[in-house]
């Protein structure tokens, strides 16, 4: 590794301004270490490494250099699209160069990113095809000409919610295997090709969880037997596979099953079956109608166990058994129809398994309770049905270390208190694993404060707490002249500053959801002055280096909702093991989200400014310590007159 990455080394000559980082070598050693470990083990589990680097180590060079010359197939699986396109883009091109290699690296996303040959025919010639897409259809069709991927980003021109795109993609439901009249033409085909003869596999969490899901059950996807699997922003890990181990049933997934079952017969059947099977569907519609019905109007996330033992004695049984049933019958008419294609099977195993994954959320057998969480969630126009594990240890052990050489979680967020305690009970991890972190090489001691109200100012629990917050994020802003990302941890809060900022405030002001999160990323970053509010995904993946953000200022310690069901689900499992849930839970979690939040700040060696957090909890309550003990260095100010120096120097 010290040829990479020491002074002299073969990184130097490729990256103008290089400067040798010990921690990025450290890094990249320990990632060495655990790629030949695991290659060596022969007890069938994992090495396990867990890194924690902090901005400025340069982590993802430090694992894909290890990663490329351990000459295994490595996954490398990462939470945002933003950091994919980065490894692809740009870190792999300049590994070719400085390594002097050609390496075979491959982007693989979900099917559903890739058109399918088949339901494009379908949908063209289909007569009831909308006017309006005409052009689009047009466009498509030129772009079918010379795409070899079929993947839609090459799509610049079609919106992010395109209602043609589902119905022209590659749906895993929907796929006829080698039964396609159009296999020889699959973009799915030809990319599980492609990535058999690939060597680094980039993919995001969803894609791999969804593959690790899919061998359990004995399918393969289109990820290719691998050694080793390297998790960047592996802070998500449990919520990703929670998602993946869970059930879930929709009103809109059986409404796209019936959609896609007359669309298909528009095309396959002669008038009388036509009129038989459009009845069947339209029976089962009455009946999801009926059953979402029961549910309360009110939207949000609740358990669903104490609403079934309320709607017991308003049809709850009748409700549920005669959707069940319409869903029996609709696969058996499928079935029948069979002769037209192999279409048919498809749907009619489509309706078995909404059956089956309603029935398993509705009726769970006796040894599931506990197991899992079953909740609903009521949205605007849709109900939908979730049973989540209340915890993913178990299926992680037996799924994922269990079934590679080798596993590295990395992040800049995996420690809470110092400890990485915390993630590994979460994820099932034994202290056999080895841990590594890595301080970040910036210098937030000389160049960053940390502001904290003084003593006296209201607490975020307290009636006065929103007036006081926005006295003094103004305050704030009028001293750093905007330049301020300002996080917030609900909508409500952050409506009620705009509210409150909009008229008053000199510079300008950009506000979550009145554009798109690139278009008012691109105007902070190139308006100097200005000031953006924000809340949930502002809190990671902001990089903006420069003057332009010299100011994070968060409202107050992101303690999530404890009503979430499956939030109180855990708790619950952690009280009954005889555990502090607050302090071995909601804490640790609310630290991480802090962390990643204070992290937008200091992007680069150059940056300086204020982290302002405007709740006096890290003072005035004893578990205020843990929270500072899990913050960078920051010298800590309790004065305005002292952030006001601070800014005063920064300009002579």
Known sequence: MKDVFAEGGKLSSELKGFEPRVGQQV???AVAEILAEGNERTDGRASLLLVEAETGIGKTLAYLVPALLSGQRVVISTATINLQDQIVKKEIPLLETALEMDIPALCVKGRQNYLCHYRWFQYCSNPQMSLLEDDDISKIEKWLQKTESGDRAELAWLPDRSPLWPKISAQSN?????DCPEFQLCFVNRLRKRAGSARILIVNHHLFFS????????FAEILPRYQAVVFDEAHHLENVATDFFGKHFSHYQLIDLIGDIERHAETDLEASVYDRLIGSTRGLRQRLDNFTALFPVEKGRYPLTPLVEKLEA??????????????STLAVRCVDLAGHGEIW??????AIELQNILLHIAKPGEEEEGYFI???????RTVSLSATPVKVAEELENCLYNSVQSCIMTSATLTTGGTFKYMQERLGIDDTCKTLRLQSPFDYTGRTLLYVPEQGFPEATAIHYNASLNDRIYELLKISKGRALVLFTSIRAMDFAAGYLRGKLLYPLLVQGTASRHALLDEFRETNESVLLAVA?????VDVSGDSLSCVIIDKLPFEVPSD????????????????PFFQFQIPRAILTLRQGVGRLMRSTSDRGIIGILDIRLYSKGYGRIFRASLPPSPVVRTLEAVEDFFTREQK
């Open 374 to 380: 079953r909740w609903y969630e009521r949205r605007e």
């Open 211 to 218: 593959d690790l899901a899919l061998r359990q059950k004995g």
């Open 565 to 580: 069901p499956v939030i109180q689900a855990r708790m619950k499992a952690i009280e009954a093991d005889g555990g502090k």
């Open 345 to 350: 099977n498809l749907l009619s195993d489509r």
């Open 27 to 29: 890094m990249a050693e």
């Open 537 to 541: 995904s502002f809190w990671e993946g």
């Open 314 to 327: 308003f049809g709850w049984q009748e409700a549920l058994t005669g959707l069940t049933q319409g869903l």
């Open 174 to 178: 929907q796929c006829m295997g080698s």
